[in-house]
């Protein structure tokens, strides 16, 4: 009887500490997990086959790394949100970095070009990935105009950085904070993935396009990009338009015709939209109320700001913010 008694307590005691150590355990791979998902996060959303999108995501303090596989024949765009990244090649041997508010283009159709990503600290960014025949087909009538769809230069590598517009910037973002019903998810991805490939082949936003003969001029395409500077420098209170004209050395009708051609818009269009993209970084940030923001890019009264960003986003910037905590 003794025996049995021992015995009976032996295996509860044996099956107790079983369970603790496997709980403790258990407890120690959620631990890992949790700080894995904090240190950052890729989420690679399907648009159609031959065609993804992969948004990447560090909020931590480190280093978050990705690796994934591209296929050959595959086209990269990245687009750099926030923060900085690097992209590393041919086993850390090159590498690329892609800073904030720039994109890089990555097209190789002799080789894989794995995805080896290096994402710094408090940095985001999304990729575009979509197959040289989808693309084709997108662009077909346009082939000659997009470099690496021409003819001579089909079968070679391709690359190419350059600048997120403000109406790029605005999609991006788009992308990040949204709140929306997961049945149209695929729908509203789907829609903005086309749009931000048609906002990067704009040919109204290339500062070398070939419409305006004006723009041949190298002195003339650096005296817009002042101007660009100049307002944005000043967006509380901008110059006017002939004052602007003034202190760049242009007339009034090139300022305003080289305007369009290099940024697609009107100089005061394109300053709106700026300082609305610039308002809502600000809201994002917590670290200025409604009225600071308002008053920061130039509206004197809290309404003149909220109406203007309602017309921008199609919300007013408190709801605007109950969105982003919602989806945070």
Known sequence: MVFLVNLQWNQALTMFLCRTILNRKAASFRKI????????????????????????????NEVFRAERAINQGLIQFH???????????????YALELKEEKSLLLYNPQKELPLNLELAPNSWIISVIISI?????????????????????????????????????????QLF?????????????????????????????????????????????????????II?????????????????????????????????????SFLFDYKMEFARKLLEDGSHNVNEVGLKIGYSTASHFISAFKKKFATTPKKYLMSINQTA
């Open 33 to 60: 997990i949790s700080k894995n998902t904090a240190m950052g996060s890729q989420e690679v959303i399907k648009i159609e086959d031959d065609f993804y999108l992969i948004r990447f995501q560090n909020d931590d």
């Open 79 to 93: 687009f750099g949100i926030k923060g900085k990244a690097k992209f590393i090649f041919n086993q850390g041997n």
């Open 133 to 173: 025949k989808k693309f084709h087909g997108l662009f077909s009538s346009e082939a000659e105009y997009i470099p690496f769809l021409s003819k001579e230069n089909q079968d070679r590598k391709y690359y190419d950085e350059g600048n997120i517009s403000p109406s790029m910037a605005i999609v991006l973002s």
């Open 177 to 229: 904070h949204f709140n929306l019903h997961p049945s149209i998810k695929n729908l509203y991805y789907k829609g903005k993935g086309y749009e931000l490939l048609s906002l990067y082949f704009n040919r109204t936003e290339d500062p070398d396009a070939e419409q305006c003969p004006f723009l041949i001029d190298e002195d003339n395409v650096l005296k817009i990009r002042k101007a660009k500077d």
């Open 232 to 268: 944005i420098a000043n967006m509380a209170e901008p110059p006017g338009l002939q004052e602007l004209a003034d202190q760049v050395g242009l007339n009034l009708k090139k300022l305003k015709m080289g305007f369009k051609q290099i940024y697609g818009d009107s100089v005061y």
